[in-house]
């Protein structure tokens, strides 16, 4: 069990971020250490814990094909029959009703959607029936579920094959939310979400499964609700979310090299929010910066923003910046696309801003017009 | 139908019908005495005119047997065996009741008897019924679970879903439609194209009847064959059982007071009163007597009496509890 270790604030193994195969190799590789990707963490883990628990089985709309979920579900159909990686119509609901009931009558499954874009044909089930069963019951009947959804970026997918809704679930009473950036991460949320005993919602992104890093082969656990230091700094704090992380550690090299000491935290749990590691760092750095793969409007930076004003306001030296998709539906250009999905670029500017912020007038208007933008 | 005529049903279980029915009616009749006033602050979706269908098909069912229920379930956790004053409690928002007062009229539970919840969306329990269904086959076991719904939830799109994939399973499944002919206030004619609910279950290829449902042994033959079928492996059955509920589709009052529907249509289903009639063919054919009926009320009577007794002298909840069990904790060691 490696998790102990994650206290430490000195970068461990387990929580380095490596962007490719080169930069683990260059590292981390060469003192030995293990290196799949994030797509064969996720699959790894699904396999260690289908071996050891006969209860868990993984269905969706093509588990079983050969693309295998982007390849997260490659060859567990050869490996456990169809009755355990078992293919779906497309019934988002009524497929997502027959997991909780399986569920609630002691099976664990893990339901995969392709595209985060496909769960609103499931918030029903998983909002008036997953999330509601334990408390509605009085705690006599819990709902073991996890579901796998990934979230689309590029290629022109637009507005219904790119959407990340992971702040809807967040709302919901009952519902846990986990988001790995890292394969480290995505094995350990995988099993800490088929271990805990309560609906979780997965939320994977398309863009980091290729990415490479540390991943011991036995099984291990990562509880729902602990985040994790990417990298200590003194000045400010991002919080950035799931393919953010590597945005934001990008953002850090570049202004490392200007003076400015970046500290970015991971929360990999949205719900529970490892709050306390928040404030603490923000408490450190007094400015705050919450980078996320999705919309701003009513996001999980806002409840993050409003949390730290809750409880540590008084250690706030700037106002609170987010860097989000601004509020308008995915669309297809390329040009329109670059537009849309900010970068590291957007998030050095961000800070800038907030680091700046009453050092002059001009910067001080600078930046309530780009908190209007 | 073949499969209603004449039923070879040992006695003790027609008895076992007749007290079921007896006590779903009396327990709905109870609830109507004392809602009044007030204090019972649950809505309440009663099941009287109905009793026939969870009588019918809950006197076939083992206690590891699963069943999925709506927001009139009163009737189904009774024929169940689940215990009046666990349903009584709660309904009174008592800690000692079945949902620890979290759930109310609506969402009943009972694990130990097949009750695993209840869910009062519309069409919600249907699927949970097929996962239900579906862990009995993976686990290797000869249960069943039922899911009793109404002709509203025939309407959903969840409905259509469940019986797709219940059926490419062939899962120990039985869909129990209580056809009452309205959804809260519309009416069937308003909402479907035609009145044969049965009829869709060729469209997934499984066998659909159609039933009167207010004929208790013909509900008791038809579910004993769907039964067989689930535990054989042979898939899943629907049954539309046509039926009426005498109260409106909330609270203790008749609804045709306020317009909802027409008086003589109530007084026409009230004349084939499923209890009424169960009672007459039992005398009728010298297995129970006037007096004997009697007598099986009131020790009914007695036990409900005691119940809700009981029920209300529970405690409420703590304040703390408002924030218990929104999340299920682990007891594991890992």
Same mark, same amino acid.
């Given at each position: 069990?490696?998790?102990?270790?994650?206290?430490?604030?000195?970068?461990?193994?387990?929580t380095k971020?490596?962007? #490719?195969?080169?930069?683990?190799?260059?590292?981390?590789?060469?003192?030995?250490?293990?290196?799949?990707?994030?797509?064969?963490?996720?699959?790894?883990?699904?396999?260690?814990? /289908?071996?050891?628990?006969?209860?868990? =089985?993984?269905?969706?709309?093509?588990?079983?094909?050969?693309?295998?979920?982007?390849?997260?579900?490659?060859?567990?159909?050869?490996? =456990?029959?169809?009755?355990?990686?078992?293919?779906?119509?497309?019934? +988002?609901?009524?497929?997502?009703?027959?997991?909780?009931?399986?569920?609630?009558?002691?099976?664990?499954?893990?339901?995969?959607? /392709?595209?985060?874009? =496909?769960? %609103?044909?499931?918030?029903?089930?998983?909002?008036?029936?997953?999330?509601?069963?334990?408390?509605?019951?009085?705690?006599?009947?819990?709902?073991?579920?996890?579901?796998?959804?990934?979230?689309?970026?590029?290629?022109?997918?637009?507005?219904?094959?790119?959407q990340?809704?992971?702040?809807?679930?967040?709302?919901?009473?009952?519902?846990?939310?986990?988001?790995?950036?890292?394969?480290?991460?995505?094995?350990?949320?995988?099993?800490?979400?088929?271990?805990?005993?309560?609906p979780?919602? =997965?939320?994977?992104?398309?863009?980091?499964y290729?990415?490479?890093?540390?991943?011991?082969?036995?099984?291990?656990?990562?509880?729902?609700?602990?985040?994790?230091?990417?990298?200590?700094?003194? #000045?400010?704090?991002?919080?950035?979310?799931?393919?953010?992380?590597?945005?934001? /550690?990008?953002?850090?090299?570049?202004?490392?090299?200007?003076?400015?000491?970046?500290?970015?935290? #991971?929360?990999?749990?949205?719900?529970?929010?490892?709050e306390?590691?928040?404030?603490?760092?923000?408490?450190?750095?007094?400015?705050?910066?919450?980078?996320?793969v999705?919309?701003?409007?009513?996001?999980?930076?806002?409840?993050?923003?409003?949390?730290?004003? +809750?409880?540590?306001?008084?250690?706030?030296?700037?106002?609170?910046?987010?860097?989000?998709? %601004?509020?308008?539906?995915?669309?297809?250009?390329?040009?329109?696309?670059?537009?849309?999905?900010?970068?590291?670029?957007?998030?050095?500017?961000?800070?800038?801003?907030?680091?700046?912020?009453?050092?002059?007038?001009?910067?001080?208007?600078?930046?309530y017009?780009?908190?209007?933008? | 139908?073949?499969?209603?005529?004449?039923?070879?049903?040992?006695?003790?279980?027609?008895?076992?019908?007749?007290?079921?029915m007896?006590?779903?009616?009396?327990?709905?009749?109870? @609830?109507?005495?004392?809602?009044?006033?007030?204090?019972?602050?649950?809505?309440?979706?009663l099941?009287?005119?109905?009793?026939?269908?969870?009588?019918?098909?809950? *006197?076939?069912?083992?206690?590891?047997?699963?069943?999925f229920? $709506?927001?009139?379930?009163?009737?189904?956790?009774?024929?169940?065996?689940?215990?009046?004053?666990?349903?009584?409690?709660?309904?009174?928002?008592?800690?000692?009741?079945?949902?620890?007062?979290?759930?109310?009229?609506?969402?009943?539970?009972?694990?130990?008897?097949?009750?695993?919840?209840?869910?009062?969306?519309?069409?919600?329990?249907?699927?949970?019924?097929?996962?239900?269904?579906?862990?009995? !086959?993976?686990?290797?076991?000869?249960?069943?679970?039922? $899911?009793?719904?109404?002709?509203?939830?025939?309407?959903?799109?969840?409905?259509?879903?469940?019986?797709?994939?219940?059926?490419?399973? !062939?899962?120990?499944? @039985?869909?129990?439609?209580?056809?009452?002919?309205?959804?809260?206030?519309?009416?069937?004619?308003?909402?479907?194209?035609?009145?044969? @609910?049965?009829?869709?279950?060729?469209?997934?290829?499984?066998?659909?009847?159609?039933?009167?449902?207010?004929? *208790?042994?013909?509900?008791?033959?038809?579910?004993?064959?769907?039964?067989?079928r689930?535990?054989?492996?042979?898939?899943?059955t629907l049954?539309?059982?046509?039926?009426?509920?005498?109260?409106?589709?909330?609270?203790?009052?008749?609804?045709?007071?306020?317009?909802?529907?027409?008086?003589?249509?109530?007084?026409?289903?009230m004349?084939?009163?499923?209890?009424?009639?169960?009672?007459?063919?039992?005398?009728?054919?010298?297995?129970?007597?006037?007096?004997?009926?009697?007598?099986?009320?009131?020790?009914?009577?007695?036990?409900?009496?005691?119940?809700?007794?009981?029920?209300?002298?529970?405690?409420?909840?703590?304040?703390?509890?408002?924030?218990?069990?929104?999340?299920?904790?682990?007891?594991?060691?890992?």
């Amino acid at each position: 069990m490696h998790e102990g270790h994650e206290e430490k604030k000195k970068a461990m193994p387990w929580t380095k971020v490596c962007i #490719d195969k080169n930069e683990f190799e260059a590292g981390l590789g060469r003192e030995g250490l293990r290196g799949i990707s994030y797509r064969e963490a996720i699959r790894e883990a699904q396999r260690q814990m /289908m071996e050891k628990d006969e209860r868990v =089985f993984i269905l969706g709309e093509g588990v079983d094909d050969p693309g295998g979920i982007f390849g997260t579900t490659s060859g567990l159909g050869e490996r =456990f029959g169809q009755e355990r990686v078992m293919d779906v119509a497309i019934a +988002e609901n009524g497929i997502t009703g027959v997991a909780i009931g399986a569920a609630m009558a002691g099976m664990k499954p893990v339901f995969v959607h /392709m595209r985060m874009d =496909f769960l %609103p044909m499931c918030m029903d089930q998983i909002f008036n029936h997953a999330a509601k069963w334990y408390y509605m019951t009085g705690g006599a009947v819990n709902v073991p579920i996890v579901i796998r959804s990934i979230i689309g970026r590029g290629w022109g997918s637009a507005a219904q094959h790119s959407q990340a809704l992971h702040a809807l679930f967040t709302h919901i009473p009952g519902l846990k939310v986990a988001i790995p950036s890292t394969p480290y991460d995505a094995k350990g949320l995988l099993i800490g979400a088929l271990e805990d005993g309560n609906p979780v919602m =997965f939320v994977e992104h398309r863009w980091v499964y290729d990415y490479v890093g540390y991943v011991p082969e036995e099984i291990y656990k990562i509880p729902l609700g602990k985040g994790v230091i990417r990298k200590p700094g003194r #000045d400010i704090t991002i919080v950035a979310i799931s393919q953010m992380v590597y945005e934001a /550690m990008k953002a850090a090299k570049v202004l490392a090299a200007e003076g400015i000491d970046v500290e970015v935290i #991971d929360p990999r749990s949205l719900k529970p929010l490892d709050e306390e590691l928040i404030f603490e760092s923000v408490k450190k750095t007094g400015h705050l910066l919450i980078a996320d793969v999705a919309c701003k409007t009513g996001g999980v930076g806002a409840e993050i923003a409003c949390r730290v004003c +809750e409880s540590v306001l008084e250690y706030l030296k700037a106002p609170v910046a987010r860097v989000n998709f %601004p509020d308008v539906p995915t669309p297809c250009s390329p040009v329109l696309e670059e537009a849309f999905y900010p970068s590291s670029t957007d998030i050095i500017n961000s800070i800038k801003r907030v680091i700046n912020h009453g050092r002059s007038k001009e910067s001080t208007s600078q930046h309530y017009y780009a908190c209007a933008q | 139908m073949p499969v209603c005529a004449e039923p070879e049903i040992p006695v003790s279980i027609q008895i076992e019908l007749l007290r079921l029915m007896l006590l779903m009616r009396r327990f709905e009749e109870k @609830i109507i005495e004392v809602y009044p006033a007030q204090d019972m602050k649950t809505p309440v979706h009663l099941y009287i005119g109905e009793e026939a269908i969870a009588a019918g098909v809950c *006197v076939h069912l083992r206690r590891d047997d699963v069943i999925f229920s $709506t927001h009139r379930s009163h009737g189904h956790c009774l024929a169940k065996g689940m215990s009046p004053q666990a349903l009584l409690a709660e309904f009174y928002g008592r800690v000692t009741g079945c949902c620890k007062g979290k759930g109310g009229s609506m969402h009943p539970v009972d694990p130990d008897n097949g009750i695993l919840g209840t869910s009062a969306i519309v069409g919600g329990g249907i699927a949970l019924a097929v996962g239900a269904a579906l862990a009995a !086959k993976m686990k290797k076991t000869d249960s069943l679970a039922v $899911t009793f719904f109404g002709d509203g939830a025939t309407d959903e799109g969840i409905f259509h879903e469940s019986l797709n994939f219940a059926s490419l399973k !062939k899962l120990p499944v @039985i869909f129990v439609c209580e056809n009452n002919f309205y959804a809260t206030n519309s009416p069937q004619r308003a909402r479907q194209p035609h009145d044969n @609910i049965a009829k869709r279950a060729a469209g997934y290829a499984i066998p659909g009847f159609q039933i009167d449902g207010n004929d *208790v042994l013909g509900i008791y033959n038809l579910a004993k064959i769907a039964c067989r079928r689930a535990r054989y492996g042979l898939g899943p059955t629907l049954v539309e059982c046509r039926t009426y509920r005498w109260k409106g589709h909330v609270g203790p009052d008749c609804d045709y007071e306020k317009g909802c529907r027409p008086k003589d249509e109530l007084e026409d289903w009230m004349e084939k009163c499923p209890v009424k009639a169960y009672s007459e063919y039992l005398i009728a054919n010298d297995l129970v007597d006037a007096a004997e009926i009697k007598k099986l009320t009131s020790l009914i009577d007695r036990e409900l009496d005691e119940a809700l007794k009981s029920a209300q002298a529970g405690a409420y909840p703590e304040l703390a509890d408002l924030y218990r069990d929104v999340y299920y904790e682990s007891t594991a060691v890992n």
